[in-house]
Each structure stands twice: as C-alpha cells, then as structure tokens.
C-alpha cells in the first residue's frame, strides 16, 4: 500500500513563505506523476502544482511565479510557497498518480493571516 505524508504546513503571515513536502513510501519515478492540491472550506479540491516522472512540471494560474513543485530525492516531492496570500489558506494534498489509480496523503494545514 502507497503511504503519502505531507509536512511543513503551518500559520504564515501574509506575505511569507512555507516548504511543503511528502515523503513516499515507494520510488516517486514509479508513478507517472507526483502533485499538490489544496482544498478549501466548502471548496472543492483543485490542483496545485504537478510533475511528471520525465520532470514536466505545471503549475495552476495561481500559484505560476509563486510556488514551485521540486523533487530532490527519490522518495520525496516538495512545494516552495513563496508570497503567500490569505486565499492561500487551504488543506495540501499530496498526490501520486498511476495510470490504475491516484494516491493521496492526509494532508497538512496551511492558514495565512492577513
């Protein structure tokens, strides 16, 4: 069974920054991607940032120029969140994808105050 644990979220001030990551427990090349969504209060779940195992990476309109998905080991993804903003506030998921299935973490608390 495919284990996601997300760390690093947290309160921020407007303005700031956090480091996500997700540590797997298998090989994040055996998935055919590895990504970030978010989920809001009475939103639905929406996607982030997402790379690919050949490093294709792709970002949501909000977070181009502000966040960056980055993979620096062979069993971890990570999410640089810089200029935070308080629409920002939201439960991060992360995410790995097969062709058969998607694996998700339990996710981590990102609050930014204003």
């Known amino acids: 069974q495919v284990q996601l644990l997300e760390s690093g979220g947290g309160l921020v001030q407007a303005g700031g920054s956090l480091r996500l990551s997700c540590a797997a427990s298998e090989s994040i090349y055996e998935f055919n991607s590895m990504g970030w969504y978010r989920q809001a209060p009475g939103k639905e779940r929406e996607l982030v940032a997402r790379i690919t195992v050949g490093g294709t990476t792709n970002y949501a309109d909000f977070a181009k120029g502000r966040f960056t998905i980055s993979r620096e080991n062979p069993n971890a993804v990570y999410l640089q969140m810089l200029g935070l903003k308080s629409e920002d506030t939201a439960v991060y998921y992360c995410?790995?994808?097969?062709?058969?299935?998607?694996?998700w973490g339990q996710g981590t608390q990102v609050t930014v105050s204003s």
């Open positions: 995410n790995a994808s097969r062709i058969s299935r998607n694996y």
